[in-house]
């Protein structure tokens, strides 16, 4: 009755879900963010916005929808 489903897990796959500083700092910068407003928006503390810029692996849900932000070039007022 129960399917037994194995979910593999490549680097391939994690490298398109982690983000990393460099890439987190790039991305609130690009929407006109600093660490602090970032950590308002996001809805985090703002030594979790300042460790996420220097290295502290951000979230899936959180570079989603920074990446998602980016890419469909939207302002923070537009996402509420």
Not at 30 to 48: E, P, Y
Not at 62 to 79: G, N, S, T, Y
Request: glycine residues 8%.
């Amino acid at each position: 009755p129960g399917v037994n489903r194995k979910v593999k897990i490549s680097p391939h796959n994690l490298v398109e879900t982690l983000m990393d500083g460099k890439e987190y700092s790039a991305a609130i910068a690009k929407l006109g963010l600093s660490q602090v407003k970032a950590a308002k928006w996001l809805g985090i503390g703002i030594r979790t916005s300042h460790g996420y810029a220097n290295g502290e692996l951000v979230p899936e849900y959180i570079a989603k929808l920074l990446r998602l932000c980016v890419k469909l070039k939207m302002k923070p007022e537009d996402v509420k």
